[in-house]
């Protein structure tokens, strides 16, 4: 019984870790992750989002009408994602402004809905946090690695912070929106090579 | 039937206790919002706005009375004389409201700067109210001024592609300065 519940945490974190190996909510993955705290900072509120909505959702599955489920759960995440949206104004202004519309557009993001259509909805409320923390933790984490790739190669920072020397010439590239689907591509190609050993 | 019933009313139900709970998060955040917001926005573009001021113009702020009901002015000072005031104003624009903040030199009665706080125009045409090449051009003009568009017989250059953008950003100056000469006798009054 541990060991499953176990298993649903951790599988978002390597073997169906989003976007990387279940490749859902790209939109966000692709535009916030310029900088390495836009990433991570969009990462912490889906994954807020996620675990919330997972948990409500398999609160009331049995309640819930099977005809409008889609809608009670679209209900359900927007209002959160309203919460976080008013949370970061208020206390994380500067998030904020560089987040900008995709904190609105976490409602559309496959992966909440995804984890409440096909898991919360099926399962007690126990593991369904789990899944919704696990996802919501393996998607910030690559939301974190990408966009640290592409700010380090991209403008020789990490976190705001120089880390590369000052005779480095930035790979400007890669934080334009092509560099964001090429660097996507390589890590999908590495994370499948990977997975076939 | 029965079930269409549950499905309406479930739905309802959900929709409103979700509208109930954003409605109180609402009023929980409003302030620090509102406050974060002087912090990060009105506060560099009032710092823009009144250039050459010795003091700090978003905590030298003060609160009047006039015929539109309450607004807020910022002051902006040299040394410990009064130069400058700044206040904000709106008016429709292509996408929304056009959020402005207006600076003015006192003894001249000029402009001494416009610079748009918030606005939820097309990027890329009408956003381009935002950019100093816009906003400069209200810089310097008399209060007496017409500030329409070219096109509208005023002293402004309007963006091209972007008339109703511009004329949003011009209506937000007008209204602002409509109340400006009571608002100033009121500021020189309360000194």
Redesign the interface.
């Known amino acids: 019984m541990m060991d499953l519940r176990i298993r649903e945490f951790t599988k978002g974190l390597w073997k169906e870790i989003p976007p990387f190996r279940l490749v859902l909510g790209l939109c966000p993955a692709l535009a916030v992750t310029k900088s390495a705290d836009g990433g991570l900072g969009m990462g912490i509120a889906v994954t807020f989002v996620l675990l919330c909505s997972n948990v409500l959702v398999s609160l009331l599955r049995n309640?819930?009408?099977k005809?409008?489920r889609i809608?009670?759960y679209i209900?359900?995440v927007?209002?959160y994602v309203?919460?976080v949206e008013?949370?970061t104004?208020?206390?994380f202004?500067?998030l904020y402004?560089k987040l900008g519309i995709f904190i609105p557009l976490i409602v559309v993001n496959c992966i909440i809905l995804g984890r409440a259509e096909a898991f919360a909805s099926k399962n007690p409320v126990l593991p369904s946090a789990l899944d919704g923390l696990g996802m919501g933790i393996g998607y910030t984490l690559s939301l974190t690695v990408l966009a640290s790739i592409r700010e380090i190669l991209g403008s020789g920072t990490w976190f705001g912070m120089q880390v590369m020397g000052s005779s480095y010439q930035p790979f400007s590239f890669l934080v334009e929106a092509p560099g964001a689907f090429v660097c996507l591509g390589l890590i999908l190609g590495i994370m499948n090579s990977l997975g076939k050993r | 039937m029965n079930e269409n019933l549950k499905m309406i009313g479930m739905l309802t139900l959900f929709c409103g206790l979700c509208g109930f709970l954003l409605a109180g998060a609402r009023t929980l955040t409003r302030e620090c919002i509102e406050d974060q917001f002087l912090r990060y926005v009105e506060g560099p573009a009032i710092k823009k706005v009144l250039e050459e001021t010795t003091n700090d113009p978003v905590s030298d702020r003060m609160q009047i009375q006039d015929s539109t009901g309450g607004a807020t002015l910022f002051l902006g000072k040299r040394g410990d004389s009064l130069v400058s005031i700044a206040c904000g104003s709106k008016a429709a624009g292509f996408g929304g409201d056009i959020c402005i903040i207006v600076g003015y030199n006192i003894a001249m009665d000029t402009i001494t700067g416009m610079a748009v706080t918030s606005c939820s125009e097309t990027p890329g045409i009408g956003l381009r109210i935002t950019e100093e090449a816009f906003t400069g051009l209200f810089k310097g003009k008399s209060v007496n001024d017409i500030m329409k568009i070219r096109a509208d017989g005023g002293v402004i250059d309007g963006i091209s592609g972007a008339t109703v953008s511009s004329r949003g950003a011009c209506a937000a100056v007008i209204s602002n300065l409509l109340r400006y000469q009571e608002r100033k006798q009121r500021v020189l009054k309360g000194k």
Do not use: D, G, H
Request: glycine share 0%; net charge positive.
């Open positions: 309640v819930i009408p005809k409008v809608a009670s209900a359900i927007a209002t309203v919460l008013m949370i104004q208020a206390y202004f500067p402004q």
